[in-house]
Protein backbone atom coordinates (compact mmCIF):
# COMPACT_ATOMS: atom_id res chain seq x y z
CA UNK A 1 0.00 0.00 0.00
CA UNK A 2 1.11 3.24 -0.87
CA UNK A 3 0.54 5.94 2.05
CA UNK A 4 1.10 9.73 2.26
CA UNK A 5 0.42 9.51 6.51
CA UNK A 6 2.65 6.66 6.97
CA UNK A 7 5.91 5.68 5.71
CA UNK A 8 6.44 2.92 7.06
CA UNK A 9 10.23 2.01 5.20
CA UNK A 10 11.21 4.91 7.25
CA UNK A 11 10.35 4.43 10.44
CA UNK A 12 12.13 0.79 9.67
CA UNK A 13 15.16 2.47 8.38
CA UNK A 14 15.04 5.36 11.57
CA UNK A 15 15.22 1.89 14.05
CA UNK A 16 17.68 0.48 12.32
CA UNK A 17 19.74 3.22 12.06
CA UNK A 18 19.08 3.90 16.26
CA UNK A 19 20.20 0.53 16.98
CA UNK A 20 23.73 0.17 14.54
CA UNK A 21 23.97 3.63 15.87
CA UNK A 22 24.49 2.26 19.64
CA UNK A 23 26.25 -1.32 18.64
CA UNK A 24 28.70 1.08 16.85
CA UNK A 25 29.10 3.43 20.53
CA UNK A 26 29.15 0.60 22.25
CA UNK A 27 31.72 -1.50 19.97
CA UNK A 28 33.78 1.51 20.23
CA UNK A 29 33.53 1.96 24.17
CA UNK A 30 34.35 -1.32 24.30
CA UNK A 31 37.68 -0.96 22.12
CA UNK A 32 38.48 2.53 24.40
CA UNK A 33 37.77 1.42 27.50
CA UNK A 34 39.39 -2.84 26.95
CA UNK A 35 35.90 -3.93 28.89
CA UNK A 36 33.24 -5.82 27.62
CA UNK A 37 31.48 -4.55 30.76
CA UNK A 38 31.43 -1.02 31.00
CA UNK A 39 27.74 -0.60 32.97
CA UNK A 40 25.31 -2.82 34.60
CA UNK A 41 23.27 -3.12 31.32
CA UNK A 42 25.66 -4.93 29.52
CA UNK A 43 25.90 -7.71 31.38
CA UNK A 44 24.53 -7.19 35.18
CA UNK A 45 25.38 -11.11 36.19
CA UNK A 46 28.83 -11.49 35.05
CA UNK A 47 29.67 -7.38 36.36
CA UNK A 48 28.29 -9.19 39.52
CA UNK A 49 31.05 -12.05 39.39
CA UNK A 50 33.18 -9.69 38.28
CA UNK A 51 33.29 -7.85 41.03
CA UNK A 52 33.60 -10.12 43.22
CA UNK A 53 36.83 -11.37 41.99
CA UNK A 54 38.22 -8.24 41.78
CA UNK A 55 37.48 -7.69 45.72
CA UNK A 56 39.43 -11.04 46.31
CA UNK A 57 42.47 -9.49 44.18
CA UNK A 58 42.93 -6.61 46.49
CA UNK A 59 42.35 -8.13 49.67
CA UNK A 60 44.92 -10.85 48.56
CA UNK A 61 46.96 -8.43 46.99
CA UNK A 62 47.32 -6.50 50.28
CA UNK A 63 47.47 -9.28 52.03
CA UNK A 64 51.10 -10.45 50.17
CA UNK A 65 52.19 -6.99 51.97
CA UNK A 66 51.08 -7.96 55.26
CA UNK A 67 53.01 -11.27 54.59
CA UNK A 68 56.38 -9.68 52.95
CA UNK A 69 56.04 -7.05 56.67
CA UNK A 70 55.49 -10.13 58.66
CA UNK A 71 58.71 -11.82 57.16
CA UNK A 72 61.33 -8.64 57.30
CA UNK A 73 59.65 -8.16 61.21
CA UNK A 74 60.19 -11.95 61.43
CA UNK A 75 63.93 -11.60 60.05
CA UNK A 76 64.68 -8.10 62.22
CA UNK A 77 64.45 -11.32 65.54
CA UNK A 78 66.23 -14.51 63.55
CA UNK A 79 69.27 -11.87 63.29
CA UNK A 80 68.54 -11.08 67.03
CA UNK A 81 68.27 -14.75 68.13
CA UNK A 82 71.63 -15.49 65.72
CA UNK A 83 73.54 -12.75 67.81
CA UNK A 84 71.90 -13.98 71.33
CA UNK A 85 72.77 -17.17 70.29
CA UNK A 86 76.90 -15.93 69.47
CA UNK A 87 76.82 -14.52 72.78
CA UNK A 88 75.75 -17.78 74.28
CA UNK A 89 78.67 -19.39 72.28
CA UNK A 90 81.34 -17.05 74.36
CA UNK A 91 79.56 -16.83 77.58
CA UNK A 92 80.11 -21.12 77.27
CA UNK A 93 83.64 -20.77 76.44
CA UNK A 94 83.96 -18.88 79.74
CA UNK A 95 81.82 -21.08 81.87
CA UNK A 96 84.30 -24.06 79.94
CA UNK A 97 87.24 -21.93 81.36
CA UNK A 98 86.36 -21.67 84.81
CA UNK A 99 85.09 -25.12 84.98
CA UNK A 100 88.58 -26.21 84.48
CA UNK A 101 90.63 -27.58 87.96
CA UNK A 102 93.82 -26.43 85.80
CA UNK A 103 92.74 -22.79 85.14
CA UNK A 104 95.14 -20.45 87.20
CA UNK A 105 93.22 -17.29 86.37
CA UNK A 106 90.55 -15.16 88.28
CA UNK A 107 87.60 -16.36 87.98
CA UNK A 108 86.68 -13.47 89.49
CA UNK A 109 87.38 -11.47 85.80
CA UNK A 110 85.74 -14.32 83.95
CA UNK A 111 81.95 -13.46 85.88
CA UNK A 112 82.30 -9.79 85.10
CA UNK A 113 82.34 -10.74 81.73
CA UNK A 114 79.64 -13.09 82.11
CA UNK A 115 77.03 -10.86 83.97
CA UNK A 116 77.56 -8.27 81.71
CA UNK A 117 76.80 -10.87 78.31
CA UNK A 118 73.86 -12.19 80.44
CA UNK A 119 72.52 -8.90 80.84
CA UNK A 120 73.47 -7.91 76.80
CA UNK A 121 71.31 -11.23 76.32
CA UNK A 122 68.42 -9.67 77.82
CA UNK A 123 69.06 -5.98 76.14
CA UNK A 124 68.78 -7.28 73.06
CA UNK A 125 65.77 -9.99 74.00
CA UNK A 126 63.98 -6.45 74.83
CA UNK A 127 65.43 -4.95 71.46
CA UNK A 128 63.60 -7.61 69.35
CA UNK A 129 60.25 -7.52 71.46
CA UNK A 130 61.16 -11.53 72.46
CA UNK A 131 61.58 -10.89 76.30
CA UNK A 132 58.98 -12.41 78.31
CA UNK A 133 55.88 -10.21 77.73
CA UNK A 134 57.14 -8.14 75.15
CA UNK A 135 55.44 -7.43 71.88
CA UNK A 136 56.16 -9.81 70.07
CA UNK A 137 56.47 -12.19 72.69
CA UNK A 138 52.62 -13.49 71.30
CA UNK A 139 50.36 -15.75 68.97
CA UNK A 140 51.09 -13.13 65.91
CA UNK A 141 48.62 -12.95 63.12
CA UNK A 142 49.04 -11.93 60.04
CA UNK A 143 45.96 -11.70 57.56
CA UNK A 144 46.61 -12.88 54.14
CA UNK A 145 42.89 -13.25 52.64
CA UNK A 146 41.44 -15.65 49.91
CA UNK A 147 39.85 -17.57 52.10
CA UNK A 148 36.11 -17.75 53.13
CA UNK A 149 36.50 -17.08 57.11
CA UNK A 150 39.19 -14.90 59.02
CA UNK A 151 40.44 -18.11 60.36
CA UNK A 152 41.79 -19.54 57.05
CA UNK A 153 42.57 -16.02 55.88
CA UNK A 154 44.90 -16.18 58.73
CA UNK A 155 48.36 -17.16 59.37
CA UNK A 156 49.57 -18.13 62.91
CA UNK A 157 53.11 -17.36 64.32
CA UNK A 158 52.95 -18.46 68.06
CA UNK A 159 55.74 -17.00 69.86
CA UNK A 160 53.89 -16.74 73.19
CA UNK A 161 54.58 -17.37 76.19
CA UNK A 162 57.90 -17.99 78.48
CA UNK A 163 59.32 -20.51 76.15
CA UNK A 164 59.89 -18.65 73.51
CA UNK A 165 60.89 -15.46 75.37
CA UNK A 166 65.13 -14.79 75.23
CA UNK A 167 65.31 -13.07 77.92
CA UNK A 168 68.05 -14.30 80.17
CA UNK A 169 65.53 -14.82 82.85
CA UNK A 170 63.17 -16.76 80.12
CA UNK A 171 66.30 -18.91 78.99
CA UNK A 172 67.02 -20.32 82.55
CA UNK A 173 70.31 -18.24 82.96
CA UNK A 174 69.49 -15.62 85.37
CA UNK A 175 71.61 -15.90 88.75
CA UNK A 176 74.12 -18.24 87.13
CA UNK A 177 77.98 -17.52 87.92
CA UNK A 178 81.18 -18.76 86.37
CA UNK A 179 82.92 -17.45 89.74
CA UNK A 180 84.40 -20.55 91.56
CA UNK A 181 82.88 -23.00 93.65
CA UNK A 182 79.68 -24.41 94.39
CA UNK A 183 77.17 -26.07 97.47
CA UNK A 184 75.99 -29.78 97.83
CA UNK A 185 73.66 -30.78 100.65
CA UNK A 186 75.71 -32.82 103.50
CA UNK A 187 75.00 -36.49 102.82
CA UNK A 188 72.96 -36.19 99.56
CA UNK A 189 74.40 -38.46 97.29
CA UNK A 190 71.16 -38.89 94.91
CA UNK A 191 72.17 -38.44 91.23
CA UNK A 192 70.23 -36.51 89.08
CA UNK A 193 70.79 -37.10 85.74
CA UNK A 194 69.36 -40.28 85.04
CA UNK A 195 68.66 -40.18 81.32
CA UNK A 196 64.06 -39.55 82.03
CA UNK A 197 64.10 -39.08 85.16
CA UNK A 198 61.06 -36.68 86.68
CA UNK A 199 61.25 -35.13 89.83
CA UNK A 200 58.54 -33.58 92.33
CA UNK A 201 55.96 -35.91 91.77
CA UNK A 202 52.72 -36.95 93.84
CA UNK A 203 51.53 -34.71 96.61
CA UNK A 204 54.40 -33.02 98.35
CA UNK A 205 56.20 -30.12 97.49
CA UNK A 206 60.05 -30.06 97.60
CA UNK A 207 60.97 -26.60 99.16
CA UNK A 208 64.97 -25.02 99.74
CA UNK A 209 65.31 -22.06 102.22
CA UNK A 210 68.67 -19.91 101.74
CA UNK A 211 69.89 -17.51 104.10
CA UNK A 212 72.67 -15.43 102.10
CA UNK A 213 74.17 -11.93 101.91
CA UNK A 214 72.68 -9.61 99.14
CA UNK A 215 74.93 -6.76 97.37
CA UNK A 216 75.00 -4.12 100.04
CA UNK A 217 75.81 -6.77 102.57
CA UNK A 218 72.40 -7.19 104.36
CA UNK A 219 71.71 -11.13 105.43
CA UNK A 220 68.27 -11.68 103.60
CA UNK A 221 66.40 -15.56 103.29
CA UNK A 222 64.86 -17.08 101.00
CA UNK A 223 62.53 -20.07 100.01
CA UNK A 224 62.16 -21.97 96.77
CA UNK A 225 59.66 -24.50 96.29
CA UNK A 226 59.05 -26.94 93.55
CA UNK A 227 55.57 -27.40 93.48
CA UNK A 228 54.18 -30.74 92.92
CA UNK A 229 52.31 -31.96 89.91
CA UNK A 230 50.90 -35.03 88.49
CA UNK A 231 53.88 -35.16 85.61
CA UNK A 232 57.14 -34.35 87.69
CA UNK A 233 59.63 -32.27 86.26
CA UNK A 234 62.38 -32.63 84.32
CA UNK A 235 65.66 -32.16 85.48
CA UNK A 236 66.10 -29.00 83.32
CA UNK A 237 62.40 -27.49 84.54
CA UNK A 238 62.82 -28.39 87.93
CA UNK A 239 66.21 -26.47 88.24
CA UNK A 240 64.63 -23.45 86.03
CA UNK A 241 61.67 -23.25 88.71
CA UNK A 242 64.03 -23.12 91.09
CA UNK A 243 66.22 -20.50 89.33
CA UNK A 244 63.67 -18.19 88.64
CA UNK A 245 62.12 -18.21 92.17
CA UNK A 246 65.92 -17.78 93.32
CA UNK A 247 65.76 -14.54 91.08
CA UNK A 248 67.90 -11.75 92.47
CA UNK A 249 69.32 -13.09 95.23
CA UNK A 250 72.69 -14.22 93.09
CA UNK A 251 72.07 -18.03 93.66
CA UNK A 252 71.69 -20.83 91.14
CA UNK A 253 70.50 -24.16 91.28
CA UNK A 254 72.64 -26.78 89.30
CA UNK A 255 74.12 -29.95 89.08
CA UNK A 256 77.83 -30.87 90.31
CA UNK A 257 80.52 -32.94 88.41
CA UNK A 258 79.12 -36.53 90.18
CA UNK A 259 74.99 -35.30 89.13
CA UNK A 260 74.42 -34.33 92.53
CA UNK A 261 72.02 -31.18 93.14
CA UNK A 262 74.42 -28.23 93.95
CA UNK A 263 73.75 -24.20 94.95
CA UNK A 264 76.15 -21.53 93.47
CA UNK A 265 76.73 -17.95 94.02
CA UNK A 266 79.45 -15.52 94.12
CA UNK A 267 78.30 -14.77 97.49
CA UNK A 268 78.05 -16.56 101.17
CA UNK A 269 74.64 -18.24 102.06
CA UNK A 270 73.66 -21.40 103.54
CA UNK A 271 71.09 -24.02 102.64
CA UNK A 272 68.22 -26.26 104.09
CA UNK A 273 66.50 -28.43 102.52
CA UNK A 274 63.28 -28.06 104.15
CA UNK A 275 61.35 -31.42 104.20
CA UNK A 276 62.94 -32.61 107.11
CA UNK A 277 60.13 -35.29 108.09
CA UNK A 278 58.11 -35.74 104.63
CA UNK A 279 59.46 -38.14 101.77
CA UNK A 280 59.14 -36.20 98.56
CA UNK A 281 58.02 -38.73 95.67
CA UNK A 282 61.02 -38.37 93.06
CA UNK A 283 62.76 -35.83 95.06
CA UNK A 284 65.95 -33.62 93.87
CA UNK A 285 67.84 -35.00 96.74
CA UNK A 286 68.97 -38.32 98.56
CA UNK A 287 65.70 -38.67 101.01
CA UNK A 288 68.02 -40.54 104.01
CA UNK A 289 69.82 -36.86 103.40
CA UNK A 290 67.45 -34.46 103.89
CA UNK A 291 65.54 -36.24 106.63
CA UNK A 292 68.12 -35.75 109.30
CA UNK A 293 67.56 -31.87 108.42
CA UNK A 294 71.70 -32.22 108.06
CA UNK A 295 71.53 -30.08 104.48
CA UNK A 296 74.00 -27.06 104.29
CA UNK A 297 76.09 -25.82 102.18
CA UNK A 298 78.14 -22.41 101.01
CA UNK A 299 78.87 -21.50 97.56
CA UNK A 300 82.24 -20.24 95.87
CA UNK A 301 84.56 -22.42 97.77
CA UNK A 302 84.13 -19.51 100.90
CA UNK A 303 85.74 -20.68 104.19
CA UNK A 304 83.07 -20.85 107.11
CA UNK A 305 82.80 -21.53 110.32
CA UNK A 306 79.62 -21.75 112.44
CA UNK A 307 78.79 -21.07 116.22
CA UNK A 308 75.86 -23.18 117.65
CA UNK A 309 73.62 -20.31 119.64
CA UNK A 310 70.44 -22.80 120.48
CA UNK A 311 68.02 -25.44 119.05
CA UNK A 312 65.48 -23.43 117.63
CA UNK A 313 65.14 -20.91 114.73
CA UNK A 314 66.16 -17.55 115.46
CA UNK A 315 66.55 -18.30 118.64
CA UNK A 316 66.87 -15.85 121.67
CA UNK A 317 70.16 -14.82 122.72
CA UNK A 318 71.23 -14.88 126.39
CA UNK A 319 71.77 -11.54 128.08
CA UNK A 320 75.46 -10.16 128.05
CA UNK A 321 78.43 -9.28 126.23
CA UNK A 322 80.69 -10.89 123.34
CA UNK A 323 83.96 -10.22 122.37
CA UNK A 324 84.89 -11.87 118.88
CA UNK A 325 88.23 -11.23 117.02
CA UNK A 326 88.45 -12.25 113.64
CA UNK A 327 92.19 -12.29 111.38
CA UNK A 328 91.86 -12.22 107.73
CA UNK A 329 94.49 -13.99 105.09
CA UNK A 330 95.74 -10.86 104.76
CA UNK A 331 96.41 -9.99 108.60
CA UNK A 332 93.92 -7.76 109.46
CA UNK A 333 92.60 -8.04 112.65
CA UNK A 334 89.13 -7.08 114.15
CA UNK A 335 87.46 -7.12 116.67
CA UNK A 336 83.59 -7.19 117.33
CA UNK A 337 81.80 -6.68 120.86
CA UNK A 338 77.78 -7.82 120.58
CA UNK A 339 75.84 -6.60 123.88
CA UNK A 340 72.55 -8.03 124.30
CA UNK A 341 70.01 -8.42 126.17
CA UNK A 342 67.31 -11.05 127.27
CA UNK A 343 65.06 -11.74 123.68
CA UNK A 344 67.39 -10.23 121.15
CA UNK A 345 67.64 -12.62 118.67
CA UNK A 346 70.33 -14.18 116.16
CA UNK A 347 69.36 -11.68 113.48
CA UNK A 348 70.12 -9.17 115.94
CA UNK A 349 73.48 -10.42 116.04
CA UNK A 350 74.29 -10.69 112.64
CA UNK A 351 73.26 -7.63 111.53
CA UNK A 352 75.72 -6.39 114.14
CA UNK A 353 78.04 -8.67 112.63
CA UNK A 354 78.01 -7.51 109.35
CA UNK A 355 78.15 -4.01 109.89
CA UNK A 356 81.30 -4.47 111.39
CA UNK A 357 82.89 -6.97 108.98
CA UNK A 358 81.97 -5.79 105.69
CA UNK A 359 84.91 -4.17 104.88
CA UNK A 360 86.96 -7.13 105.85
CA UNK A 361 85.06 -9.49 103.45
CA UNK A 362 83.42 -11.64 105.85
CA UNK A 363 79.80 -12.13 106.14
CA UNK A 364 77.83 -13.50 108.98
CA UNK A 365 74.75 -15.34 108.32
CA UNK A 366 72.35 -18.21 109.78
CA UNK A 367 73.06 -20.83 109.23
CA UNK A 368 71.27 -23.84 107.48
CA UNK A 369 69.42 -25.14 110.50
CA UNK A 370 68.81 -21.80 111.98
CA UNK A 371 70.71 -22.80 115.42
CA UNK A 372 73.37 -20.62 114.80
CA UNK A 373 75.63 -17.94 112.86
CA UNK A 374 77.64 -19.09 110.09
CA UNK A 375 80.66 -17.08 109.16
CA UNK A 376 82.15 -17.00 105.78
CA UNK A 377 84.67 -15.71 103.24
CA UNK A 378 86.23 -16.02 100.05
CA UNK A 379 89.61 -15.60 101.42
CA UNK A 380 90.82 -17.71 104.53
CA UNK A 381 90.49 -16.29 108.14
CA UNK A 382 90.07 -17.60 111.59
CA UNK A 383 88.00 -16.32 114.62
CA UNK A 384 88.62 -16.40 118.42
CA UNK A 385 85.81 -16.15 120.91
CA UNK A 386 87.52 -13.56 123.52
CA UNK A 387 84.96 -13.94 126.00
CA UNK A 388 86.62 -15.64 128.57
CA UNK A 389 85.72 -17.07 131.87
CA UNK A 390 86.95 -14.43 134.05
CA UNK A 391 83.89 -12.45 132.06
CA UNK A 392 81.57 -11.32 134.66
CA UNK A 393 78.66 -11.59 132.24
CA UNK A 394 76.93 -14.75 130.48
CA UNK A 395 78.44 -15.24 127.27
CA UNK A 396 76.04 -14.15 124.55
CA UNK A 397 76.36 -17.11 122.73
CA UNK A 398 75.80 -19.52 125.70
CA UNK A 399 79.30 -21.25 125.53
CA UNK A 400 82.99 -20.93 127.21
CA UNK A 401 85.75 -18.87 125.91
CA UNK A 402 87.54 -20.42 122.97
CA UNK A 403 89.70 -20.50 120.18
CA UNK A 404 88.40 -21.51 116.45
CA UNK A 405 89.82 -21.38 113.46
CA UNK A 406 87.70 -21.23 110.03
CA UNK A 407 87.16 -24.64 108.51
CA UNK A 408 86.06 -24.98 104.50
CA UNK A 409 82.69 -25.87 104.38
CA UNK A 410 81.87 -29.59 103.09
CA UNK A 411 80.95 -28.35 99.18
CA UNK A 412 80.97 -31.05 96.15
CA UNK A 413 85.00 -31.38 94.69
CA UNK A 414 86.19 -29.73 92.90
CA UNK A 415 85.74 -26.77 94.29
CA UNK A 416 87.08 -24.44 92.09
CA UNK A 417 85.30 -25.80 89.06
CA UNK A 418 81.75 -26.39 90.00
CA UNK A 419 80.28 -22.91 89.40
CA UNK A 420 81.03 -23.33 85.90
CA UNK A 421 80.18 -26.93 85.26
CA UNK A 422 76.66 -25.37 86.84
CA UNK A 423 77.05 -22.61 83.94
CA UNK A 424 77.56 -25.19 81.40
CA UNK A 425 74.42 -26.81 82.12
CA UNK A 426 72.63 -23.82 82.35
CA UNK A 427 74.00 -22.70 79.47
CA UNK A 428 73.54 -26.29 77.43
CA UNK A 429 69.35 -25.52 78.23
CA UNK A 430 69.51 -21.94 77.00
CA UNK A 431 70.96 -23.42 73.87
CA UNK A 432 68.44 -26.06 73.55
CA UNK A 433 65.28 -23.10 74.06
CA UNK A 434 67.02 -20.49 72.00
CA UNK A 435 66.99 -23.28 69.42
CA UNK A 436 63.43 -24.08 69.54
CA UNK A 437 62.68 -20.36 69.37
CA UNK A 438 64.95 -20.00 65.69
CA UNK A 439 62.76 -23.09 64.87
CA UNK A 440 59.32 -21.24 65.59
CA UNK A 441 60.96 -18.14 64.08
CA UNK A 442 61.90 -20.04 60.66
CA UNK A 443 58.62 -22.00 60.74
CA UNK A 444 56.99 -18.40 60.66
CA UNK A 445 59.16 -17.16 57.67
CA UNK A 446 58.38 -20.07 55.83
CA UNK A 447 54.73 -20.73 56.51
CA UNK A 448 54.34 -16.91 55.59
CA UNK A 449 56.43 -17.18 52.31
CA UNK A 450 54.02 -20.66 51.71
CA UNK A 451 51.15 -18.13 52.29
CA UNK A 452 52.41 -15.97 49.61
CA UNK A 453 52.98 -18.48 47.08
CA UNK A 454 49.68 -19.34 47.43
CA UNK A 455 48.19 -15.91 47.37
CA UNK A 456 50.03 -14.97 44.02
CA UNK A 457 48.49 -18.20 42.73
CA UNK A 458 44.85 -16.81 43.45
CA UNK A 459 45.21 -13.20 42.52
CA UNK A 460 46.81 -14.69 38.91
CA UNK A 461 43.23 -16.93 38.54
CA UNK A 462 41.04 -14.53 39.62
CA UNK A 463 42.73 -12.07 38.14
CA UNK A 464 42.59 -14.45 34.58
CA UNK A 465 38.44 -15.14 35.72
CA UNK A 466 37.85 -11.30 36.07
CA UNK A 467 39.36 -11.05 32.54
CA UNK A 468 37.38 -13.61 31.00
CA UNK A 469 33.95 -12.04 32.11
CA UNK A 470 34.84 -8.42 31.76
CA UNK A 471 38.09 -7.61 29.59
CA UNK A 472 36.45 -6.95 25.77
CA UNK A 473 37.70 -9.43 23.10
CA UNK A 474 39.48 -6.57 20.65
CA UNK A 475 39.82 -8.89 17.57
CA UNK A 476 36.09 -9.56 17.42
CA UNK A 477 35.14 -5.71 18.77
CA UNK A 478 37.28 -4.38 15.56
CA UNK A 479 35.27 -6.62 13.64
CA UNK A 480 32.05 -5.35 15.28
CA UNK A 481 32.96 -1.44 14.55
CA UNK A 482 33.58 -2.39 10.88
CA UNK A 483 29.89 -4.17 10.98
CA UNK A 484 28.16 -1.38 12.74
CA UNK A 485 30.34 1.13 10.56
CA UNK A 486 28.68 -0.66 7.11
CA UNK A 487 25.32 -1.61 8.90
CA UNK A 488 25.23 2.52 10.02
CA UNK A 489 26.13 3.60 6.31
CA UNK A 490 23.64 1.14 4.83
CA UNK A 491 20.50 2.45 6.95
CA UNK A 492 21.47 6.03 6.16
CA UNK A 493 20.91 5.40 2.51
CA UNK A 494 18.12 3.26 2.99
CA UNK A 495 16.16 5.84 5.41
CA UNK A 496 16.82 8.27 2.12
CA UNK A 497 15.41 5.94 -0.33
CA UNK A 498 12.66 5.51 2.13
CA UNK A 499 12.00 9.18 2.62
CA UNK A 500 11.66 9.32 -1.44
CA UNK A 501 8.86 6.66 -1.24
CA UNK A 502 6.11 9.44 -1.02
CA UNK A 503 7.28 11.37 -4.19
CA UNK A 504 6.28 8.25 -6.39
CA UNK A 505 2.35 9.37 -5.23
CA UNK A 506 2.94 12.87 -7.30
CA UNK A 507 3.50 10.93 -10.16
CA UNK A 508 -0.05 9.28 -10.26
CA UNK A 509 -1.38 12.68 -9.30
CA UNK A 510 -0.28 14.22 -12.54
CA UNK A 511 -2.81 13.16 -14.52
CA UNK A 512 -5.81 14.01 -12.63
Request: charged share 10%; aromatic share 6%; proline share 1%.
Amino acid sequence: MISLQTNVDSMNAQSNLNINNRFQSNTIQQLTSGFRINKSGDDAAGLAIANGYRDNIAELTQGVSNANDGISQLQIIDGGLSNISTILDRMKTLATQSASGTFTGSRATLDQEYQQLMSEITRQATNINLNNGGTFNQNLSVYIGGASTSTNATVHVDLSGGANAVDATSLGLNGTSVAAGGGGLTGNALNVTTAGATFVKGATDQTFTFNYVDSSGTAQSKTATLTHSSTGYTLNQALASLNQSLSGTGITAGVDSNGHLQFSSAGAFTVKDSNATTAVTNSLTDYSAYVAASGTGAGNGFNNTNYSIASSANPALTAGTEKLSFTTAAGANVSVTLTSTTGDTAAHAVTALNTALASYGIYALANASGTGISFQSAGAFSVTDATDSSFAGTDVFGGTAASQAATNEAVTAPTSSNGGSTAIAAINAAIQALGLVQGAVGAGENKLQYAINLAQSQISNFSTAESQIRDADIAADAANLTKAQVLQQSSIAAMAQANAEPQAVLKLLQNL
